[in-house]
């Protein structure tokens, strides 16, 4: 079963926010949310993570729904060098340490 | 400068040819990881180490093996690499086992004939 779903494709008008969703019913409550992204076949980067509160940094925000069963990343002002493939990410429950990284959002970033 | 570093990048072998892709982080993390990328299935974590001496299985553990003897080193060892090995590798690491960023490699990628 997926511990994550994501759409498997966006595209964001350059300059506007991308708004990136992610589902996570199954999420215990302590285990963060992490966003990752892929850029063509390179190691994922690190974006963003929460428990609960909304977060942002440098790159973007995180809105976490309430009852914690969905997220969604913002990248506030899209740029040509934001088309990649993002990742949701959640702790596999029960597991220790095993993360569930799924098959991710195909961002495009149109001029 | 901080960084996970794998090699080799790109290997070619034949089935049945045991090989390690070695792995090593120089930013003293307990916490590293290794994972396999193939299309249509996203990364899927193959063996994690939560620190010295300390591994165990993730999702796709069948067919190789790690050993994490030094904290900044965690190989990853095909025994006997078949075709259905042929993938996409990515190491990775992060401070501490109980969560935070993790960082990683720049892959490997591997073709078994």
């Known amino acids: 079963d997926a511990k994550t779903t994501q759409p498997t494709s966006m595209d964001c008008a350059e300059g506007r926010a991308a708004n990136l969703p992610c589902n996570h019913s199954t999420i215990s409550g302590n285990e963060y949310v992490y966003w990752y992204r892929q850029i063509h076949s390179q190691g994922p980067q690190y974006i963003i993570h929460?428990?609960?509160n909304n977060e942002t940094n440098e790159m973007a925000s995180l809105i976490i729904t309430e009852d914690r069963k969905s997220s969604t990343l913002i990248l506030p002002h899209a740029t040509l060098r934001d088309t990649a493939v993002y990742y949701c990410i959640v702790r596999v429950p029960n597991t220790g340490n095993q993360f569930y990284f799924g098959t991710g959002t195909s961002l495009t970033v149109i001029p | 400068e901080a960084q996970v570093t794998q090699n080799p990048r790109y290997l070619i072998t034949v089935t049945g040819k045991k090989l390690t892709v070695t792995c090593s982080q120089n930013m003293n993390h307990e916490y590293m990881s290794w994972y396999r990328q193939d299309p249509g299935l996203g990364l899927r974590q193959i063996y994690y180490?939560?620190?010295?001496?300390?591994?165990d299985k993730g999702d796709v553990p069948e067919g190789y093996k790690v050993s994490r003897k030094e904290k900044r080193n965690f190989p990853l060892i095909l025994e006997s690499p078949s075709p259905n090995q042929t993938s996409l590798y990515f190491c990775?690491?992060?401070?501490?086992?109980?969560?935070?960023?993790?960082?990683f490699g720049p892959g490997t990628r591997l073709l078994v004939l």
């Open positions: 929460g428990l609960k």
């Open positions: 990775a690491s992060s401070l501490s086992w109980t969560g935070g960023a993790q960082y």
């Open positions: 180490s939560m620190n010295v001496e300390v591994t």
